[in-house]
């Protein structure tokens, strides 16, 4: 039976990011039609599907949390299940392979449709309950059922049985014969009611939750699939049938991670394999759309998939929609995607065959693989211009492939004997009692006593993990090689193997260090505890133990007053938060405040990341260290209003520091875990996820010499107004408002052509420029910079924001010296000056930027300014440095730093004042001169004051200085 995929279309209510930021709906719906609207030009797109689900608005939510329809427009959660759920059913019963799967970015609600949230339960659980109630109504003594579940996940290309050990990665085999791809050694149980397969996903959910605590990874991240065989004994007559189904539920990876990648260079390994996945997926769709032949082998996701897009199955797809304008680009994708995919047909027959042919074909083909393997008779194909090693590695791998179908036939065929088939659930029984019963006792413990639960990033991973606590539970490193054996057993980063002790005393719980010992890595609502602390703990504290593991503490019954002061719910945003303030980034502060919201949930997101990094660093010695920066205005190249997240990376050896953007900062993240795990697997949850770490290319810590931008001088433009020149040596400032140097400008009054004005023609009045051409000669002689490491490379490049054709102008690259001399000219023509461009001339200033050639094999040298002779008690950052670990250099460096801070900011404020006094200035040529030279003094004479404090600052992120803000 050939027909096309069944694709539909479901939209979501805003969620609470959409909501702070005022986000604007671009999707609406009629019928089976989905049309979206470009937020920027209001040009709509509509697209046709079998169907479009409206689940933005139009219902409320009852007592205990159900979500009911007010209107005949919502489709909840049971409508999309009697329309999916029900032919997926319909499907399986039939004897037809089915495979539904959702696709859509991360937070769009594919999960949500799939397995649902709380009482909204999605498609998954509800067609598990649909299935056995189907059999056991069943009155028909003739039909005998078979149930077996298998849930695993596909992430960076590595498949992890979320049944098995979750640590192993499983190879993808292919049957030698018929040409289809499995899992070799994949769990499969069997199971004989829903209870069985709701217990068996409740234990993948939170085995996937255990490896993205410790990978510090959200479930998004991760395509996964659940896999039910159904099978079907039927007596015909006189003849024994059986019919078997194949149904796979597919919860993809979030989609937007397949744009991003690619542009951001090689580091970026996490998102270029899902995004190989992704990429795979989409490319196999756009072939089987336009009937061209599909290249499933790309990717395990997409061998995988072969048989439900391109082989024996009935698929459908179900795609995710944001409604917000913020998300217009990914959810065009969307569209796009499924739009394509309604064209794919796949060829579904029954797979019903004579019981008695079924076990003789399975018998056959498995005495002919073992024929092939006794008699190494294997077909390798042409070997033409191979090796005789290459040759012998293709024999040994289809060698383990026949191996690998001799055991999954085996399997086949003891799981078409029923009999085989009860005695297994009978078995298994027994097992789930005791573990139902476990659960059960667990449960009731959690309402009534004092517990810890896991936050997560994502809402469906919050609370899956608990641990009650009933006397003193040790918190710690759970291996073979700790004797300590701790009550709650965490793993990761930064967990001792007796990391802390939580005790409960006289109805309290206390936080403390271990018998003798001290505390690891702990923060209580947000802030360090001193090792050898005692903390009594208060209801919904938060408790953050090593970098990745956090829990909020829950008081069975906490006091009225406790409870008025805190949130109905605990959730990991608010937890962040209070992270981020302990760390100077204050979320409710007015610097805060004037960022933009993606600003602020970028800080949300990079702080706890950068915790790792430097916790990861500090583990291999690697000697970086990670924090978070925010640029804004000038510095960053942008408007006044913008700003723009950055991590800073600093070498501790050479204390050069690199600006790292998100992208490329999220993808050494992520190969720092790689790293970590092949040098010191112990130390890592990341179990089977690739080795990591390597050459210079690939190593995280590492960046390769190349132009930074060093920072910025504004060239003022307010004598223009005057028609008086400009000529002065301005001072160029890094992002952090500190003296890096000096440029030497001179920007003359001209004609168009170059010619210069009279110098005693000076303007009474600037309104006098309105309506008039504008040109001046922009002219840079040269710089003085303070370090002579930068003698490398100096370049300058500048532009103005009504510069023609928004042309950015360089100079030649000076090496050899940090003071470079150049004879740069350039005429800059306004055409007509309106109100707009004479505020800009009177306010404003031409924007010069100072590139430098940077390398770590060059260290920072410690002169403060040319000729300036270093403070009495400053050594030098490489003489401060040597010989420390980054710990030792963090707890050196952090009285210092805080004493710093009051200065540093006070000295900041004071030169703000100074620079606006500056740009106003309006007056004839004598006095704008004598003026500019008094101010160019006092801005010097902070600029010594701003140098000593930078030299203490702490590398941690932790002790990021609250003026990044």
Not at 215 to 227: E, K
Not at 614 to 638: H, M, P, W, Y
Request: proline residues 3%.
């Amino acid at each position: 039976m050939t027909e096309n995929i069944k694709v539909c279309v479901r939209v979501r209510p805003f969620n609470t990011r959409e909501k702070d930021r005022n986000a604007a709906m671009v999707i609406s719906m009629d019928g089976p039609s989905t049309t979206i609207t470009d937020p920027v030009d209001g040009k709509s797109k509509t697209f046709n599907f079998d169907q479009s689900y409206w689940s933005h608005d139009g219902f409320e939510e009852q007592e205990g949390g159900k979500l009911v329809a007010t209107g005949e427009r919502y489709a909840g959660q049971d409508k999309v299940f009697r329309d999916l759920g029900a032919l997926v059913l319909e499907n399986a019963y039939a004897g037809f392979n089915t495979s539904l799967f959702a696709y859509g970015q991360t937070g769009s609600g594919k999960s949500y449709s799939m397995v649902g949230y709380g009482v909204n339960k999605g498609i998954v659980p509800l067609a598990f309950e649909s299935l056995f109630r189907h059999i056991n109504t069943n009155t028909e003594a003739h039909i005998k059922y078979q149930v077996f579940f298998s849930m695993y996940e596909i992430y960076m290309e590595h498949v992890t049985d979320l049944l098995g050990d979750a640590k192993k990665s499983l190879k993808v085999r292919e049957n030698p014969k018929k040409g289809r791809f499995f899992v070799d050694g994949l769990k499969r149980v069997a199971v004989a009611s829903f209870e069985e397969i709701d217990a068996k996903m409740q234990s993948g959910v939170t085995k996937r939750t255990v490896a993205a605590t410790q990978m510090n990874a959200t479930s998004s991240r991760a395509h996964t699939i659940v896999t039910l065989e159904f099978v079907q004994n039927l007596r015909e007559g006189d003849r024994q049938v059986t019919r078997q189904s194949e149904v796979n539920l597919i919860d993809l990876a979030g989609s937007e991670r397949a744009t991003s990648t690619g542009t951001v260079g090689t580091h970026l390994k996490e998102g270029a394999m899902i995004n190989l996945s992704l990429s795979a997926l989409g490319n196999v769709i756009s072939a089987l759309a336009e009937g061209k032949p599909a290249r499933f082998r790309e990717s395990v996701l997409t061998k995988l998939l072969q048989n439900s897009l391109g082989g024996n199955a009935k698929t459908i797809m179900i795609a995710a929609l944001s409604p917000a304008d913020l998300n217009y680009a990914e959810t065009l994708s969307t569209l796009r995607y499924a739009d394509r995919a309604k064209s794919i047909k796949t060829t579904a027959v029954v797979n019903e065959s004579a019981t008695e042919k079924l076990i003789r074909s399975l018998k056959e083909e498995n005495e002919r693989m073992k024929q092939l393997l006794v008699g190494k008779t294997m077909d390798i194909g042409s070997t033409k211009g191979l090796s005789d090693q290459e040759i012998a590695k293709l024999r040994r791998e289809l060698e383990a492939d026949i191996r690998a179908q001799l055991s999954k036939n085996q399997e086949l065929e003891a799981g078409i004997d029923h009999d085989a088939y009860v005695k297994e659930i009978e078995t298994l029984r027994a097992a789930f009692e005791k573990e139902k019963a476990a659960a059960a006792l667990a449960d009731s413990k959690r309402t009534t006593m004092h517990r810890i639960e896991n936050l997560n990033e994502d809402p469906a991973l919050c609370g899956v993990i608990f641990h009650v606590i009933e006397g003193a539970e040790l918190v710690g490193r759970k291996s073979n090689k700790n004797p300590a054996n701790p009550s709650i057993a965490l793993g990761g980063l930064s967990i001792e193997d007796a990391h802390a002790v939580l005790r409960l005393q006289r109805g309290e719980v206390v936080l403390c260090g271990p018998d003798g010992g001290t505390m690891g890595n702990v923060c209580v609502n947000g802030q360090p505890v001193a090792p050898d602390s005692t903390t009594t703990l208060r209801h919904f504290d938060r408790l953050l133990f090593g970098t990745n593991h956090l829990y909020v503490y829950c008081n069975p019954t906490p006091s009225m007053e406790v409870l008025a002061s805190l949130p109905a719910t605990i959730e990991w945003e608010f937890a962040q938060n209070e992270i981020a303030k302990s760390k100077g980034f204050d979320m409710g502060s007015e610097d805060s405040r004037a960022l933009s919201q993606q600003t602020r949930e970028e800080v949300l997101e990079i702080l706890p990341m950068t915790t790792v990094a430097n916790a990861i660093s500090q583990r291999l010695d690697r000697r970086r260290t990670f924090e978070v920066a925010i640029l804004k205005g000038a510095v960053a190249g942008l408007e006044d209003n913008e700003s723009r997240l950055m991590v800073k990376m600093r070498n501790l050896d050479t204390n050069n520091r690199w600006m790292l953007p998100k992208d490329d900062f999220v993808a050494r993240h992520f190969a720092m875990h790689q790293l970590l795990q092949r040098v010191a697997p112990d130390d890592d949850g990341s179990g089977c996820y690739g080795d990591g770490g390597g050459d210079n290319g690939d190593d995280p810590f590492h960046h390769a010499p190349g132009m930074i931008v060093l920072g910025s001088a504004n060239c003022m433009l307010a004598s223009l107004c005057y028609n008086i020149e400009f000529d002065d040596d301005v001072n160029i400032y890094d992002y952090k408002g500190r003296s890096e140097g000096k440029l030497k400008v001179v920007i003359y009054p001209c004609d168009a052509d170059g010619t210069l004005h009279d110098v005693n023609n000076v303007y009474d009045d600037p309104n006098a420029l309105l309506g008039q051409p504008l040109s001046f000669k922009f002219s840079l002689r040269g710089a003085t910079l303070h370090k002579t490491k930068y003698a490398g490379g100096i370049e300058v490049q500048f532009t103005h924001k009504y510069c023609e054709d928004g042309r950015i102008f360089k100079t030649a690259t000076a090496q050899g010296t940090n003071h470079p001399t150049w004879d740069f000219e350039h005429v800059f023509t306004i055409p007509k000056v309106d109100e707009a461009i004479l505020q800009w001339l009177q306010e404003g200033a031409l924007r010069a930027f100072v590139y430098v050639w940077q390398t770590d094999e060059v260290a920072d040298d410690a002169s403060l300014s040319v000729g300036a002779t270093p403070h009495a008690h400053t050594q030098g950052p490489v003489a401060l440095h040597a010989g420390k670990s980054t710990a030792q250099l963090i707890q050196d460096l952090q009285t210092s730093k805080q004493a710093a801070d009051a200065g540093h900011s006070e000295a900041l404020a004071q030169l703000d004042v100074y620079k606006k006094q500056l740009h106003t200035v309006q007056v004839d040529n004598t006095r704008l001169h004598r003026i500019m030279a008094e101010k160019d003094k006092q801005i010097h004479d902070v600029d010594q004051i701003l140098q000593v404090p930078c030299h203490f600052r702490c590398p941690s992120v932790s002790l990021t200085l609250p003026d990044v803000i």
